[in-house]
């Protein structure tokens, strides 16, 4: 069955990276684009933007323009969020999703979310 | 970009009633809406999309309705596994947003 399996919780001081990953298992990783999406603790949903699995194009969204880089290891079936430069707001849980096949706005499968602390 | 505002915040309900969930764009998305089940321990959970479409998997007591600017979610009969948070999310254009969520409760 599809799985995406993110990578463990982290408490990181403002500054710093960190980088999250997401494993995909269960169908062909390169058919279908990944997207990424944080939520901060008690809040929505905000979508990030989304990386093409194919051509390794990655999609920002204005907010996520600067010090968030989405990445690949196709070989591996992983995608990765970097974040550099670590600030208290990065405080979230960040989400991989896969995009529909047809629709590649629409999510149609998720990680189980990597929560990032910020605290110095 | 496109605001979705979704009503109402909060909702109790029953098991065995039927409930509705609205969303409201800021602009006309065509059919493109799709909505999530969020529950704490589970991956999110992709309902709809499209509007009405039902994503292979999903109960045929949930419906979705709705274009240009209004849609709907409806739970019929309800059933206790039914109880979370639901979130809106238009996909007709960049950058793709979410409705701020409404947490059916169990009454």
């Known amino acids: 069955q599809i799985q995406l399996v993110q990578s463990g919780p982290e408490l990181k001081k403002p500054g710093e990276s960190v980088k999250i990953s997401c494993k995909a298992s269960g169908y062909t990783f390169t058919d279908y684009a990944m997207h990424w999406v944080k939520q901060a603790p008690g809040k929505g949903l905000k979508w990030m933007g989304w990386i093409n699995t194919y051509t390794g194009k990655p999609t920002y969204a204005d907010d996520f323009k600067g010090r968030f880089v989405f990445s690949l290891e196709a070989s591996a079936s992983t995608a990765n969020l970097q974040i550099s430069n670590l600030k208290n707001e990065d405080t979230a849980t960040y989400f991989c999703a896969r995009s529909g096949y047809n629709y590649v706005g629409v999510m149609d499968a998720w990680g189980q979310g990597a929560s990032v602390t910020v605290s110095s | 970009d496109v605001q979705m505002t979704q009503s109402p915040s909060n909702l109790a309900a029953s098991p065995g009633e039927s409930v509705s969930i609205n969303c409201k764009a800021s602009?006309?998305?065509?059919?493109?809406l799709a909505w999530y089940q969020q529950k704490p321990g589970k991956a999110n959970k992709l309902l709809i999309y499209?509007?009405?479409t039902l994503q292979s998997g999903t109960p045929s007591r949930f419906s979705g309705s709705g274009s240009g600017t209004d849609f709907t979610l409806t739970i019929r009969n309800l059933e206790p596994e039914d109880f979370g948070l639901y979130y809106c999310?238009?996909?007709?254009?960049?950058?793709?947003?979410f409705g701020a969520g409404t947490k059916l409760e169990l009454k």
């Open positions: 602009k006309s998305i065509s059919k493109y």
């Open positions: 499209s509007g009405s």
């Open positions: 999310q238009q996909h007709n254009e960049y950058p793709y947003t």
